[in-house]
């Protein structure tokens, strides 16, 4: 084993320390929730804070073991993307109106955290990693920044739906709440999907330029399809936003189901990929 | 002792209280001669629209002091009609009390307004610069303003908008990143439309565009406005370019349908559309509120929102008055350690000199 009992141990109770303040933090959002988001509040943001503190810590101490970015196995690829989630939102979150993404994210932590900490999506390394070397290791931490990415937008998305349905339906809610203009809702739904796709793209470009394993085809691999699908289907996300003129709500729905397919299939083609599951 | 005595839009009507109203330009002779004639120590006098009164300290006995008080009031103003209830007469605590309602718009007729306490700054402000004011009336004031600040951050007294021109401007700001470069389209001029439109330029709105059955009307309101004025038949032609619509014909039918808004939409890529639709019968058919970005609201809506806000305002009176409980008996606590040493010396040695 790369590392002992003892410090597989340590990681995984600073990530679970994390997902508890994760879960505190989607406590105190509901309360938020019911109170309309009438407040501005730095509650959920240190809150957030904290979990990212303990977060880092228990990547960097996987990290220091392994000699590389930890993005080796299913709980390390969770965690790295719920990582860039949190990264993404202590930075716009800096901003007054944009603080109650805090809240919007924190569920997603929260379960993104609960199912990396399931024991057999981390299971003992061998001797050496199965990813190893820079090239690798920038494959991945950039497709998983875009996953975060992606996240943080359909999170944008989702707090776009919520104020839209509120001026829609004239509830008063709509002008009590702090959250900010829907239009500049949709510009960070925008801006984050466009990041995202371009951490997608470079990151992709890199895994197509890495060594194959013999006996293995790039395109029969299914993360490889799955991976092509989901660049494809952001694509059409954008071009339908730009080129046709898609509306907030739609855009928005999308990004959120994009998202939702992604979280839901992201495992499952990862544990059957020769490639990236060997 | 600080008393309190005047007349509000509480306990008299305009037509009195426009009688006992002094202009600004008199004020400081006033307190000037108030003190000369030994009925108060330091005085302070608010005039405003809804309210005249006379905050002062007086070294006099509080039943002689308000005949005192009462008496210059309607001499300076040489009214003669007989007064009953109109006139107020507060004594400490209620005084500090009033005080700080009123500093907090708790006692205005738009509850929570805020432009009192500007109204109130400016009296103080104006009293201490002729040294009218002392010790007494100094701290009182400072701790009014205090409360005021107080009470507008920790409750919801002066949140939220209560008139329909205001909530509109409000919903804009929750539609659009910001104000600036939007362009307001108003459709027969109104008194209502008037007042959203200007709100909405005074937030930064970039240009107006008017029309009206009535091309002269609609003409002089853009020359007001310092916008352009269009054909009643051309309207829709100018909604690509548009973000706000507040519409207020006297139509008696949708002169906006979804079928006429759906083509428009088109051309306006993404962008929201909010219309404010302000006439009664209503000129926007309330389907196109189902079409994607448009945002309608009528004048119920609006009013709905108006009297929420209101609501919640009253509810908030109740924390507000603990608060100012709380405040005002921290003042007078303070107070008598200040009365002792302050009862030692003289506040205004040059007016002692000067009687």
């Not at chain 2, 500093?103 to 738009?110: E, H, K, Q, R």
Request: hydrophobic share 45%; aromatic share 10%.
């Amino acid at each position: 084993m790369w590392f002992t009992t003892q410090d597989q141990h340590l990681d995984r109770h600073f990530f679970l320390l994390a997902v508890t303040i994760y879960g505190l933090s989607m406590i105190y959002s509901v309360f938020l929730w019911r109170k309309g988001f009438r407040r501005d509040t730095w509650v959920n943001y240190f809150l957030l804070l904290a979990g990212f503190g303990l977060h880092t810590t228990a990547m960097a101490l996987r990290g220091f073991d392994l000699k590389h970015c930890p993005v080796n196995n299913l709980y390390e690829a969770t965690t790295f993307i719920a990582w860039t989630i949190v990264a993404a939102y202590l930075i716009v979150g800096a901003f007054p109106r944009l603080r109650f993404l805090g809240a919007f994210a924190s569920p997603v932590l929260f379960a993104m955290g609960v199912f990396a900490l399931m024991p057999s999506l981390d299971p003992p390394h061998g001797p050496t990693p199965e990813f190893s070397g820079a090239d690798t290791s920038l494959h991945a931490a950039l497709i998983l920044l875009a996953y975060g990415a992606f996240g943080l937008a359909a999170v944008a998305g989702f707090m776009f739906l919520t104020q839209e349905h509120n001026l829609k339906f004239h509830k008063l809610r709509a002008v009590l709440t702090l959250f900010p203009p829907i239009q500049r809702l949709e510009l960070i739904t925008n801006r984050l999907v466009l990041t995202g796709f371009i951490l997608l793209t470079a990151g992709l470009v890199i895994g197509a330029c890495l060594p194959r394993p013999a006996g293995t085809e790039f395109f029969d691999d299914p993360k490889i399809i799955w991976s092509g699908f989901l660049w494809v289907l952001y694509l059409a996300l954008l071009v339908s936003r730009w080129r046709f003129a898609q509306s907030g709500r739609r855009f928005a729905v999308g990004v959120i189901g994009a998202f939702a397919f992604l979280v839901l299939t992201f495992w499952g083609t990862a544990l059957l990929s020769p490639l990236h599951h060997p | 002792m600080i008393v309190v005595l005047g007349l509000s839009h509480h306990s008299s009507p305009v037509e009195l209280r426009e009688r006992f109203a002094f202009h600004e330009a008199r004020v400081p002779a006033i307190l000037q001669l108030l003190r000369q004639e030994r009925i108060v120590e330091e005085a302070v006098i608010l005039s405003t629209c809804n309210r005249v009164e006379i905050y002062a300290s007086t070294p006099l006995d509080t039943p002689k002091a308000f005949a005192e008080l009462k008496e210059f009031l309607v001499t300076c103003h040489d009214y003669r009609d007989p007064l009953t209830d109109e006139i107020y007469m507060l004594s400490e605590p209620q005084s500090i009390h009033h005080l700080f309602k009123v500093a907090c718009g708790i006692d205005s007729m738009v509850l929570g307004e805020t432009e009192i306490l500007g109204q109130l700054k400016k009296a103080y402000d104006l009293a201490l610069q002729h040294q009218h004011t002392g010790p007494r009336l100094n701290k009182a004031f400072q701790r009014a303003f205090n409360v005021a600040k107080h009470i507008r951050t920790e409750t919801s007294i002066q949140r939220g908008s209560v008139s329909v021109g205001s909530v509109a401007v409000e919903l804009a700001e929750k539609i659009f990143s910001s104000l600036d470069h939007r362009h307001v389209m108003i459709i027969g001029a109104g008194d209502t439309s008037e007042k959203t439109a200007r709100a909405l330029l005074s937030r930064g709105a970039q240009s107006i565009i008017v029309t009206n059955r009535s091309h002269e009307r609609a003409q002089a309101l853009a020359t007001e406005f310092g916008g352009r004025a269009v054909n009643f038949d051309d309207w829709s032609n100018e909604f690509a370019h548009i973000d706000i619509v507040i519409s207020s014909t006297a139509a008696p039918h949708h002169i906006l349908t979804r079928a006429k808004l759906e083509p428009l939409m088109k051309l306006r890529k993404n962008r929201p559309l909010l219309l404010v639709d302000i006439a009664v019968p209503r000129d926007i058919d309330p389907e196109v509120n189902l079409l994607p970005n448009v945002y309608l609201y009528n004048i119920d809506d609006l009013q709905a929102i108006a009297d929420d806000y209101l609501k919640q305002r009253k509810e908030e009176i109740v924390r507000c008055e603990k608060i100012i409980h709380q405040k005002a008996e921290s003042l007078l606590g303070l107070k008598t350690s200040t009365d002792i040493a302050g009862d030692n010396r003289l506040p205004f040695p040059n007016l002692r000199k000067s009687a």
